[in-house]
């Protein structure tokens, strides 16, 4: 069945991740960036979960999973080796209507975590409903070597660009134009040699008068 495509935000949310195994600390090192309140229950874990905990970046409970647990989880992860727990993980998430993800059980998953690559705020996700996971990190890999550091600077200058366009007013058929032809530039390749002033020339170019083209840099410059 194809699956929907959404980027959701966590912040702030309860996560709860059951198991304390590898896959737990990949699963908990993909959610904390995001803001999430982490919760992971597990009578083990491995050493980085343990120093997460100690740190205060998520709540261990240092026992098995039960019943009535996933009360108030906005996502679940099922990530143990015990078939058992791992139904009932899933069964108690379904009859909540808590999305769930259950590891090596992509039939038994209501939501799946796609491989992924990040520059900035730009987020690149790579799925393949659960088929070939293998495939869907080999894309990533090349995706990772297309679309480097210039891409999360471009992302940001584009948004401070937006905000001070949209202020100004103007038609959207004009702020439209505005960014098609910064994105039509050289701007990429100027972003990833690091050449400021011819940046800043092109920028100049292109925008408004009223456009502080050097604040705007300021925001993205390394």
């Given at each position: 069945m194809p699956l929907y495509p959404v980027n959701i935000s966590i912040e702030g949310r309860l996560c709860l991740v059951v198991g304390g195994g590898k896959v737990a600390v990949r699963k908990v090192e993909s959610l904390l960036p995001c803001g999430a309140r982490v919760q992971l229950i597990s009578p083990e874990v491995e050493s980085r979960i343990a120093e997460l905990a100690g740190k205060g970046l998520l709540q261990w409970i240092k026992r098995k999973y039960k019943p009535g647990d996933l009360q108030g989880a906005m996502l679940v992860f099922?990530?143990?080796d015990n078939e058992q727990v791992q139904e009932a993980v899933f069964t108690e998430a379904n009859t909540l209507e808590i999305p769930v993800n259950v590891i090596s059980h992509p039939e038994e998953c209501t939501f799946q975590i796609p491989a992924s690559m990040r520059q900035g705020d730009l987020l690149l996700t790579v799925?393949?409903?659960?088929?070939?996971?293998?495939?869907?990190a080999r894309i990533r890999q090349k995706l990772e070597g297309q679309f480097g550091v210039e891409y999360g600077q471009l992302v940001a200058l584009m948004a401070a660009v937006r905000k001070a366009i949209l202020a100004s007013g103007g038609t959207q058929k004009e702020h439209k134009l505005?960014?098609?032809?910064?994105l039509d530039s050289d701007i990429v390749d100027y972003l990833k040699t690091g050449q400021w002033l011819e940046t800043e020339k092109l920028l100049k170019s292109i925008l408004?008068?009223?456009?502080?083209?050097?604040?705007?840099?300021?925001?993205?410059?390394?």
């Open positions: 099922a990530a143990t799925a393949t409903g659960g088929a070939s996971p293998a495939l869907a505005i960014f098609e032809r910064i408004p008068p009223f456009c502080d083209v050097a604040v705007l840099l300021d925001g993205i410059r390394n």
